[in-house]
């Protein structure tokens, strides 16, 4: 039994592809990063901004 994506049509460019299986995340740490980048860009348009 085909799966629900697979009984939509593809485009003839991603059709040509071959299917890829998704790459299981290795990090465990990546909202941890996620959380300090993101602080640390909005603390540095708060400081300029203040400047």
Do not use: N
Not at 8 to 28: K, Q, Y
Not at 36 to 43: D, L
Request: aromatic content about 16%.
């Amino acid at each position: 039994m085909k799966s629900p994506s697979e009984t939509r049509s593809r485009h003839p460019f991603r059709a040509s592809l071959p299917r890829l299986a998704s790459v299981p995340v290795s990090s465990e740490d990546s909202d941890l990063k996620l959380f300090v980048v993101s602080f640390t860009a909005f603390f540095i348009c708060f400081y300029t901004f203040i400047l």
